[in-house]
């Protein structure tokens, strides 16, 4: 199974800050990769997927990038919105597996 | 609107079995992949099973393989996943979902959860 690291497990920050999570798989995965917000006591909500394809309704200061093994999750302007755990997501083949999260604190 | 309902959670004994369903709605079910996701309390997610959209191909996380049965009625729109030999580490939120985009606005479906206890 493709292995998934993420760093750094938390970070934080203030509000308006950059803020920037690396998502790292232990194989080429092209560019099968998404992003997920949760917080806490609800389900996770995509944010982006195939890399850099923002979902639908989600704001531009989210924005993805990479390929291969190395993918960027990168929210512009931080907002009290954001404070929430992150995940990456490989669905290039199965079993799908998820990275171990970044938590977003104040 | 995109609906994903869970049910059939609950408290179940170790060695115990559990069927879990999930009704669709809002989109064309069968065009989709669906997947069932697992939490643990204050843990990440794990993905745990995943079917194709005709329900012909079915996958397994090797921490499930052989204990669980992921399947699907197209016809009534509903995703199941029947547990056996239920252990207590299989305790979490289970999520239904449809996790891979394929635009902008279709696919990245989730459920609200159902919780599965396993204790005695």
């Known amino acids: 199974a493709i292995q998934m690291t993420q760093s750094p497990s938390s970070l934080s920050a203030s509000v308006g800050d950059r803020v920037t999570i690396t998502c790292r798989a232990s194989?080429?995965?092209?560019?099968?990769l998404g992003w997920y917000q949760q917080k806490p006591g609800k389900a996770p909500k995509l944010l982006i997927f195939a890399t850099s394809s923002l979902r639908s309704g989600v704001p531009s200061r989210f924005s993805g990038s990479g390929s291969g093994t190395d993918f960027t999750l990168t929210i512009s302007s931080l907002q009290p919105e954001d404070f929430a755990t992150y995940y990456c997501?490989?669905?290039?083949?199965?079993?799908?597996?998820f990275g171990p999260g970044t938590k977003v604190e104040i | 609107e995109v609906q994903l309902l869970e049910s059939g959670g609950g408290l179940v004994q170790p060695g115990g079995s559990l069927r879990l369903s999930c009704t669709a709605s809002?989109?064309?079910?069968?065009?989709?992949?669906m997947s069932w996701v697992r939490q643990a309390p204050g843990k990440g997610l794990e993905w745990v099973s995943g079917v194709s959209g005709s329900g012909d191909t079915t996958y397994y996380a090797d921490s499930v393989k052989g204990r669980f049965t992921i399947s699907r009625d197209n016809s009534k729109n509903v995703l199941y996943l029947q547990m056996s030999s239920l252990r207590a580490e299989d305790s979490g939120m289970y999520y239904c979902a449809s996790p891979r985009a394929y635009t902008s606005s279709s696919g990245g479906y989730w459920g609200q959860g159902i919780l599965v206890t396993v204790s005695s």
């Open positions: 997501l490989q669905d290039y083949n199965y079993p799908r597996t």
């Open positions: 809002g989109f064309t079910f069968s065009d989709y992949a």
């Open positions: 194989q080429n995965i092209r560019d099968d």
